[in-house]
């Protein structure tokens, strides 16, 4: 069984930045894929990045809202996935979830592993 917990979370103004870590732990090594999720209030849970590899050769993916302003990082040495989030919007308020699963996919249904979120708040 894997354990996920975020951090990082918070409150900043549009325009800056923020850095949310999840850490696993539980195995010796992290899922495959590593992804992060956000769920703003009254909205369904949606993709933000993940990011695949295990040795030194990493893949990742985002979606169009955040492309160019966030970046997916991995240390499996660590056991801890971060994303990197600049030039912050107010629509980018909302609960992030760090998440893991066997391969890489967009879909929030793959994904086996779930932590219980971190609150990001962007104010305008």
């Known amino acids: 069984q894997v354990q996920l917990v975020e951090s990082g979370g918070g409150v900043v103004q549009a325009g800056g930045s923020l850095s949310l870590s999840c850490v696993a732990s539980g195995r010796t090594y992290m899922p495959f894929c590593m992804g992060w999720f956000r769920q703003a209030p009254g909205k369904e849970r949606e993709f933000v990045a993940y990011i695949t590899g295990s040795g030194t050769y990493f893949h990742t993916d985002y979606a169009d809202a955040v492309k160019g302003r966030f970046t997916v990082s991995r240390d499996n040495a660590k056991n801890m996935v971060t994303l990197q989030m600049d030039s912050l919007e107010p629509e980018d308020t909302a609960v992030y979830y760090c998440?893991?699963?066997?391969?890489?996919?967009?879909?929030?249904?793959?994904?086996?592993?779930w932590g219980m979120g971190t609150q990001v708040t962007v104010s305008s």
């Open positions: 998440s893991g699963a066997h391969f890489a996919t967009t879909q929030a249904s793959s994904f086996r592993w």
